[in-house]
């Protein structure tokens, strides 16, 4: 970055500065970074491009669980490019929980052995419907206090590509009161009452698409609709899943786009707000006021008006454009992209993950970059609600951090508060530009921690990085908060062939790359979060 000192040189002196500052002193970390050390604390994990999971001194990891391995006594197996997870404690036991991930996409090379340039067979189709979608596992802590996988629990539970999953209305969506799986689960959200939600983001490519207005379909890039002729429209909404019985339902009132995530509060009245983003160039941001408290079936959408502070109503009956275009609101919901145009909502650089500050109504997206609008390093936005209500319909948005050399980090993906209010932040610069051009200087992948408070506030610290190709996503805390889980998503997925691997993590060796969850833990976690 902006230093030249070597990595190497660079790294031993923040390594002996961690060091020291942990043995002597449990007491703050920060204000030792403060008094005098603060350009080696921003340097804690160098940026690099090596194909291991590196964590600054004080915090280590163990793999959780990994692509293929099984998780209950039928022999279903942990899907592909594990994304968002959610940690939902069983009651009564305190050492056992259910971890929930989803499964976004395959690299199908490593799943069926599909190579880009011809058609699929079913056979490949298959196995890459089963290898999407999320999973359920029943995680457990050994006699160590590590938290590993019960193979045989009855809460192992797989929803895939092909799984049955219901409208939450009983609405039909082109004669069909359900979907057949689901696709492209990226980010989510946990609702108040402790179910799931997992959002499915790049839909078109699986099924394709019906651009507004046309009714020619637009082909998906993977063409699943070739042996599986699924309606494009039953795909990209927000789907709630039940942690402890797997019973999951798609919900339209959210609408339909690329969904990265489903952020929910309880607002004053009791009822749940969502936000969520859609991450597309240029596309926009969204807040869903469900009707009743404890349901998201029904409820009001609104998108946001950036330029203007306002939150504008999706609601055909309040707006004649959109009562002229639409027939019924699910025709409007369908094409919630188009909607929010017809209204004037304001063109982003690409919404990613969404966090509200803890004791606030400020609401934190990450914009993850625009490149063909010359936004290559993204930023953080920050929406705060009027009077700190999150019913109010104004807001005042200004950048809270903004992507480069300067601050040390490009590309802003999945965020998480711990229990301090400090935010966590991982990038996902894509595998293909990893290390080169622009993205030269960050490096592969990282995980930051960005103090809220004190003389570090707002300042992005490095504190690991990913391996080759990976991103690191769904930071989750457990609640005590001493360990947070992560995905590392699709290392090696730049191999060229089984021969040209790019990545062997985590196993090593000659082995192929598998996409895993890492639990991570150490005195600098606690350290962090005192
Ligand atoms: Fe699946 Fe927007 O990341
Ligand atoms: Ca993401
Ligand atoms: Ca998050
Ligand atoms: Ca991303």
């Given at each position: 970055?902006?230093?030249?000192?070597?990595?190497?040189?660079?790294?031993?002196?923040?390594?002996?500065?961690?060091?020291?500052?942990?043995?002597?002193?449990?007491?703050?970390?920060?204000?030792?970074?403060?008094?005098?050390?603060?350009?080696?604390?921003?340097?804690?994990?160098?940026?690099?491009?090596?194909?291991?999971?590196?964590?600054?001194?004080?915090?280590?990891?163990?793999?959780?669980?990994?692509?293929?391995?099984?998780?209950?006594?039928?022999?279903?197996?942990?899907?592909?490019?594990?994304?968002?997870?959610?940690?939902?404690?069983?009651?009564?036991?305190?050492?056992?929980?259910?971890?929930w991930a989803n499964h976004e996409y395959t690299s199908p090379m490593f799943v069926n052995g599909y190579m880009s340039g011809g058609k699929r067979t079913k056979a490949q189709i298959d196995s890459e419907r089963y290898s999407v979608g999320g999973a359920l596992v029943k995680i457990q802590k050994d006699c160590c206090g590590k938290w590993v996988v019960d193979s045989e629990s009855e809460y192992g539970r797989r929803i895939t590509g092909a799984t049955p999953i219901p409208f939450s209305n009983g609405e039909k969506i082109k004669g069909k009161t359900e979907?057949?799986?689901?696709?492209?689960?990226?980010?989510?959200?946990?609702?108040?009452?402790?179910?799931?939600?997992?959002?499915?983001?790049?839909?078109?490519?699986?099924?394709?698409?019906?651009?507004?207005?046309?009714?020619?379909?637009?082909?998906?890039?993977?063409?699943?609709?070739?042996?599986?002729?699924?309606?494009?429209?039953?795909?990209?909404?927000?789907?709630?899943?039940?942690?402890?019985t797997g019973a999951a339902k798609k919900h339209t009132g959210i609408g339909r786009y690329a969904h990265e995530c489903a952020t929910c509060v309880e607002a004053k009245d009791g009822r749940t707000v969502v936000y969520s983003g859609d991450d597309t160039d240029n596309e926009h941001i969204y807040k869903f006021i469900s009707k009743k408290k404890g349901?998201?079936?029904?409820?009001?959408?609104?998108?946001?008006?950036?330029?203007?502070?306002?939150?504008?109503?999706?609601?055909?009956?309040?707006?004649?454009?959109?009562?002229?275009?639409?027939?019924?609101?699910?025709?409007?919901?369908?094409?919630?992209?188009?909607?929010?145009?017809?209204?004037?909502?304001?063109?982003?650089?690409?919404?990613?993950?969404?966090?509200i500050q803890p004791g606030t109504a400020n609401v934190f997206v990450a914009l993850t970059n625009n490149k063909k609008k010359g936004n290559f390093h993204g930023s953080i936005l920050k929406i705060a609600e009027k009077n700190g209500d999150f019913l109010s319909m104004e807001f005042d948005a200004s950048d809270f951090v903004v992507g480069?050399?300067?601050?040390?980090?490009?590309?802003?993906?999945?965020?998480?508060?711990?229990?301090?209010?400090?935010?966590?932040?991982?990038?996902?610069?894509?595998?293909?530009?990893?290390?080169?051009?622009?993205?030269?200087?960050?490096?592969?992948?990282?995980?930051?921690?960005?103090?809220?408070?004190?003389?570090?506030?707002?300042?992005?610290?490095?504190?690991?990085?990913?391996?080759?190709?990976?991103?690191?996503t769904g930071i989750c805390f457990t609640p005590d908060y001493k360990t947070m889980f992560l995905s590392v998503q699709h290392p090696g997925e730049e191999s060229k062939s089984l021969k040209e691997l790019t990545s062997h993590w985590p196993e090593g060796g000659d082995s192929i790359p598998r996409p895993s969850v890492i639990q991570i833990y150490g005195p600098l976690l606690d350290e962090l979060m005192s």
């Open positions: 970055m902006s230093d030249q000192t070597t990595p190497d040189v660079s790294r031993r002196r923040f390594v002996q500065f961690m060091g020291g500052a942990l043995a002597i002193s449990q007491t703050g970390l920060l204000s030792s970074c403060a008094t005098g050390s603060q350009y080696k604390v921003k340097k804690i994990v160098m940026p690099k491009m090596t194909d291991e999971v590196e964590l600054s001194y004080g915090l280590t990891y163990d793999v959780v669980v990994k692509w293929g391995d099984k998780i209950n006594l039928k022999g279903d197996t942990f899907g592909f490019n594990n994304d968002y997870l959610a940690f939902t404690p069983i009651p009564g036991k305190e050492n056992e929980a259910i971890l979907a057949i799986g689901m696709v492209a689960n990226c980010a989510g959200g946990v609702t108040p009452w402790g179910t799931i939600l997992t959002c499915e983001e790049n839909y078109d490519g699986f099924y394709g698409e019906y651009p507004y207005g046309s009714k020619k379909r637009v082909h998906s890039r993977i063409g699943w609709e070739r042996f599986y002729d699924e309606h494009p429209y039953r795909y990209g909404w927000v789907v709630e899943v039940d942690p402890f349901d998201l079936s029904e409820g009001e959408l609104f998108v946001a008006d950036i330029k203007n502070g306002k939150w504008i109503s999706l609601d055909r009956n309040k707006n004649e454009k959109l009562k002229k275009a639409f027939k019924t609101q699910l025709d409007l919901l369908i094409e919630t992209r188009t909607a929010a145009k017809m209204v004037g909502a304001t063109p982003c650089d690409r919404p990613e993950d969404i966090e480069g050399e300067k601050s040390g980090f490009s590309c802003p993906d999945n965020l998480a508060f711990d229990k301090n209010g400090n935010l966590w932040m991982v990038t996902d610069i894509s595998g293909s530009t990893i290390g080169k051009g622009k993205y030269e200087k960050f490096g592969n992948n990282a995980l930051f921690y960005i103090p809220m408070k004190g003389p570090n506030a707002g300042t992005a610290f490095r504190v690991g990085t990913a391996p080759n190709d990976a991103e690191f």
